[in-house]
T-cell receptor, first 114, second 115 residues
């Protein structure tokens, strides 16, 4: 079946430090992978999308790529700011059932200390 | 701007009672979803719908029903609420244009507490 494993539950960084969050995924189809971000009191919102392995998606200073060989997907940012504090979800898009569905990892809570 | 509105924002229910969570979208999207969020579990899919008057089971449908009377409205129904259904519930919509995956647009969530 489809699944996403996001091992880092919590990450704490100081401002201007480097962020790296990794996920692994499992699917029998051709995935599209996403990162969603959730701020307190809000629903998740799209951060970026990567449709092709080894291609890079980027948005708001964040970058993501996925490796089909290792079935891994990561998010990185060179220099985090306090405003980046949020929960980040890696998400697998799949149509194996014939319908469009999205599978979420458990989320990584990022705290950036000023 | 895409808009998904959930009501109520929070609710306290009694065990064994009936609870209905409502969702309304103005995006003209085909797909609508109900997710449940629990600490340590991320978001898990309960039910979804790709067309009015039809619903499909997601990964954790037990104890929940869904209803899609129109393209804009999608409800989640707990016929007999239980303590284990205390969670935050999110509704989302997305389009399905050709073979591309489109963005999920989420509502602000409903915090349900079952006592």
């Amino acid at each position: 079946g489809n699944s996403v494993t996001q091992m880092q539950g919590q990450v704490t960084l100081s401002e201007e430090e480097f962020l790296f969050i990794n996920c692994t995924y499992s699917t029998t189809g051709y995935p599209t992978l996403f990162w969603y971000v959730q701020y307190p009191g809000e629903g998740p919102q799209l951060l970026l999308k990567v449709t092709t392995a080894n291609n890079k998606g980027s948005s708001r200073g964040f970058e993501a790529t996925y490796d089909k060989g290792t079935t891994s997907f990561h998010l990185q940012k060179a220099s985090v700011q306090e405003s980046d504090s949020a929960v980040y979800y890696c998400v697998l898009g799949d149509r194996n059932t014939g319908y469009q569905n999205f599978y979420f990892g458990k989320g990584t809570s990022l705290t950036v200390i000023p | 701007e895409a808009a998904v509105t959930q009501s109520p924002r929070s609710k306290v229910a009694v065990t064994g009672g009936k609870v209905t969570l409502s969702c309304h979208q103005t995006n003209n999207h085909d797909y609508m979803y109900w997710y449940r969020q629990d600490t340590g579990h991320g978001l898990r899919l309960i039910h979804y719908s790709y067309v009015a008057d039809s619903t499909e089971k997601g990964d954790i449908p037990d104890g929940y029903k869904a209803s899609r009377p129109s393209q804009e409205n999608f409800s989640l129904i707990l016929e007999l609420a239980s303590l284990s259904q205390t969670a935050v519930y999110f509704c989302a919509s997305s389009d399905a244009l050709g073979g591309r995956y489109e963005t999920l647009y989420f509502g602000s969530g409903t915090r349900l507490t079952v006592l």
